[in-house]
């Protein structure tokens, strides 16, 4: 079946504009997190959602970030007034657990640029 | 300190030899341990899940955890070309219904043919 799509793939956008993410995760699953991951470094944890409800928001890094997921499936991830230090990689990840295997699946990516 | 320790490498090795990669982590109430591959440019992707003591194998590849050492490392047999990628330790540092993984920073692997 299908994965985990991410759009857009690429984004550039000026210092101070607001962009939105959006992750559509593979039908069915009902946990999804959105990770950030910067060059040369491993993904950073932001927030968490099971269904509709967002259970862990606590890695987002300042109040510009904001996360949604109000149908339970897809989900949008804001950024208000971009920063440069807001130049990453964001990760969606949806993820199916069972007593034996717990896998969390990774979008492709949305690759941010702010300049 | 970082939760999870990774050497960032990189490391390198002929064809068909044994790669090994190694990872530490701080927390002693993580349960769960994970491998991604990652490829340049790519998202990861799970090659190797482990969540109790000892060895783990699946074809070329072995997952291998101590809890009491707070280590867990992977072992890729026969390594190929297309093993080449950056290896990310990931542990889920607490059996809670969220999940969440704490990556380290990865290991950068070269298979030199």
């Known amino acids: ?115 | 300190q970082k939760e999870v320790e990774q050497n960032s490498g990189p490391l390198s090795v002929p064809e068909g030899a044994i790669a090994s990669l190694n990872c530490t982590y701080s927390d002693r109430g993580s349960q769960s341990f994970f491998w991604y591959r990652q490829y340049s440019g790519k998202s990861p992707e799970l090659i190797m899940s482990i969540y109790s003591n000892g060895d783990k194998e699946d074809g070329r590849f072995t997952a291998q955890l101590n809890k009491a050492s707070q280590y867990v490392s992977l072992l890729i047999r026969d390594s190929q070309p297309s093993d080449s990628a950056t290896y990310l330790c990931a542990v889920n540092v607490r059996n809670t219904n969220a999940g969440k993984s704490t990556f380290g920073d990865g290991t950068t692997l070269t298979v030199k043919p």
């Open chain 1, 1 to 115: 079946g299908a994965g985990v799509s991410q759009s857009p793939r690429y984004k550039v956008a000026k210092r101070g504009q607001d962009v939105a993410l959006r992750c559509d995760p593979i039908s069915g699953h009902v946990s999804l997190f959105w990770y950030q991951q910067a060059l040369g470094q491993g993904p950073e944890f932001l927030t968490y959602f099971q269904n509709e409800a967002q259970l862990d928001k606590s890695g987002l890094p300042s109040d510009r970030f904001f996360a949604e997921r109000p149908e339970g499936s897809v989900s949008t991830l804001k950024i208000q007034r971009t920063q440069q230090e807001d130049s990453a990689v964001y990760l969606c990840a949806s993820r199916v657990r069972s007593q034996s295997t717990d896998t969390q699946y990774f979008g492709p990516g949305t690759r941010l640029t702010v300049l």
